[in-house]
């Protein structure tokens, strides 16, 4: 699973997390939701990463005046000459294993009802038409949340919220290389999607005991802070958290597991202040794998240097021509965050072999993937 998040963000700088959380959401079997404005890469991502796990993909922008046909299918005519109303859903949502909904929130009343009993209960139904859907994941996109209640009633159903901003100055760079070459790079090889089942039918085993009462403790801290989380939303967040053990390969969780409880914070703004509020229950968490979200949601520096190391690693693999660029950048952003007495042994160590090979990449010798 991890090789198919390489694959998915490869060249797309800062969208490692959305891959991340992509796939976290699939193992728990519940559904995100992006919010960010237009052109910061939700499709390309969301596009790739279901191409690293293979199956059926639907994906449709939806606007104000979208039929339901257009995301469950035309009426079957054949069915129809037959005197029975039912929906022709080939190659449509219903038959889905990922599916993408950009700008989510304009489909209509009919539209939304309907993807209500998709979402929730894998179940499509219209007229005679009743079928199971093997749905693993719903992504929906928007550019900020709605103000309507109805809608934002809808929106709640998404368990995981992430936001996403256009990318920092400094990042610029690595954004323009990295671009071009995600032109150039070849599609994953859609082979996961059997592992990401094995994956959801362990979910069930996990023991949460190590971790519920950290949760229990944690919706306190947001209570006291005025952060308010709806009941449904704290149960079905265990099921991230189990998720997360079980792609770390544990069938048992910890508190380093309580990190993806920052997601199901349905606003931007209490995201924001539950890092505050929880982060003394954060300082301990970590992912193998999740390295992305796990920094973005807890911000400290354990989950930041992990993610650091393997983008080191990353470079000293990699050809000379193609990771300069790439390992300058990791060297700049590892000088940023941590000054010598603060700097991790082990990240210590790849910044040296990073700044040996760069060096005699320029004066000496060529420079030398650390596998050759």
Known sequence: MRQAIRTSTAGLIG???????????????EHLLVVGPPGTAK??????????????YFEYLLGRFTEPSELFGPVDLNKLRAGTVETDVTGMLPEADVAFLDEVFLGSTAILNTLLGVLNERRFRRGHTQLHCPLRVCVGA????PDDEGLAAFGDRFLLHVFIEPLPDHQLEAMLTGGWRSDHSPSGTGTALADLDTLCQQLKQVDLSGVQPALAN????????????????????????????????????TEA???????VLPTQEAQQSARDVLRDAFANANHPHLLS???EATLQPLSRAARLAESARACLEGE???VRAQAESVLREIDANFNSEQLPEALGGLRGQLVERLVSSVSGPAFTPASA
């Open 15 to 29: 969208r490692e997390q959305l891959a991340e959380l992509i796939v976290l959401a699939a193992v728990a079997q």
């Open 43 to 56: 499709s390309a991502v969301v596009r790739r990463v279901a191409q690293s796990l293979g199956g059926r």
């Open 142 to 145: 928007a550019n900020a949340l």
């Open 218 to 253: 944690a919706i306190r801290k947001l209570r006291q802070s005025g952060v308010q989380l709806s009941d449904r939303r704290i149960v079905k967040s265990q099921r991230l958290l189990a998720a997360a053990a079980v792609l770390a390969g544990r069938l048992h969780t």
């Open 257 to 263: 597991d309580l990190w993806p409880l920052l997601y």
């Open 293 to 295: 979200a796990v920094e």
């Open 320 to 322: 000379p021509a193609a």
